[in-house]
């Protein structure tokens, strides 16, 4: 088969289109030909060199896919060949074939073409173990997410309207008319507002119940002046730094709440109850048209540099999937 492969940590040029020994499921897997994958942000950290794969992994990029079951391995339960699929990767989604623990496959929603569930797994399952499972976003409260345009961004604006919830969410000017479609109440231009203080008048002074902050060390002290009293912060990137001086006392006087988490290093049986959780509770609102895949473009996996440059330019809305065709 032909992957996606990286001779030595660099830029977008560093990827290849190459072949590859093929995938074996291994007991309780599932061998997934697969129709898509999509970019993440952790794919160009990877590239980098930055992020490297966890023990046992695939070692080509690519942490979510869809496509049709081609075999299941021994123990393997709730699929059978022909199935279509998406699922949760620790890698291998840049790849005509990838092997993957049945635990971590769901069914192609309802209404959406294979192709296109690639797009939901990872953002999916992020955003709802962060914000429903660690956050507790409920209906009512006031969610801000930081990078709106973004995959999780776009995702997120649509989970939490449909919870309830009201949205604040930051973005470029140019993609706010698409995240207000998509239910954001207030959108700011991190570029010339400041978000403290539009969060707190959109909110009459209160904050945010929640914020999603993509950005880390850089963001932390103005995150914590945005939440609401009994705030929660949930932290899933550090595009803004790793470190910065925390004054403790801004969370003991709001009762403020911080989590930071990744996912793909968890173990397999915390990912598989995220997965569980998606499918119980976010799968039927895919299924009912409250949320859907928002993708910017698809692209053969054969011009995977030219996704991750426009990754990382941020100029895309939504997902940028790769197709192996």
């Excluded at 070692?59 to 079951?69: F, T």
Aim: glycine share 12%.
């Amino acid at each position: 088969m032909y992957a996606v492969t990286i001779d030595e940590p660099g830029g977008p040029e560093a990827l290849r289109w190459t072949e590859v020994p093929d995938p074996v499921p291994g007991p309780g897997e599932v061998l997934i030909e697969v129709a898509a994958s999509a970019v993440n942000r952790a794919d160009l950290l990877q590239r980098a060199g930055h992020y490297p794969p966890p023990a046992g992994a695939p070692p080509y990029l690519g942490l979510e896919c869809a496509g049709v079951v081609a075999e299941v391995g021994a123990g393997g339960t709730g699929v059978q060949p022909g199935d279509e699929v998406c699922a949760l990767l620790a890698g291998g989604g840049y790849a005509q074939r990838v092997a993957v623990p049945a635990e971590l496959v769901l069914p192609a929603p309802a209404g959406v073409p294979v192709a296109d569930a690639a797009a939901l797994p990872e953002v999916a399952c992020t955003v709802w173990s962060n914000v429903v499972d660690l956050a507790r976003l409920s209906g009512g409260e006031t969610l801000l997410v930081h990078g709106g345009g973004s995959g999780i961004g776009t995702f997120a604006i649509q989970l939490a309207v449909a919870l309830g919830a009201r949205v604040v969410t930051t973005a470029r000017a140019g993609k706010h008319a698409a995240l207000r479609e998509l239910g954001a109440e207030v959108t700011i231009d991190y570029t010339e507002q400041d978000f403290v203080e539009v969060t707190k008048d959109a909110t009459g002074g209160r904050g945010a119940d929640v914020i999603l902050d993509i950005m880390g060390g850089s963001y932390l002290p103005r995150n914590l002046a945005a939440l609401a009293p009994d705030g929660r912060l949930a932290i899933i990137g550090l595009q803004g730094g790793r470190r910065v001086e925390l004054d403790l006392a801004k969370l003991l006087t709001t009762r403020a709440q911080i989590t930071a988490t990744t996912l793909r290093a968890r173990p397999l049986a915390d990912k598989a109850r995220i997965v569980h959780g998606v499918r119980e509770q976010v799968w039927p609102l895919i299924e009912t048209g409250s949320i859907r895949p928002v993708i910017d473009r698809r692209l053969p996996m054969s011009r995977a540099a030219e996704a991750h440059r426009l990754v990382e330019s941020h100029a895309h809305l939504g997902k940028v999937l790769l197709l192996p065709g």
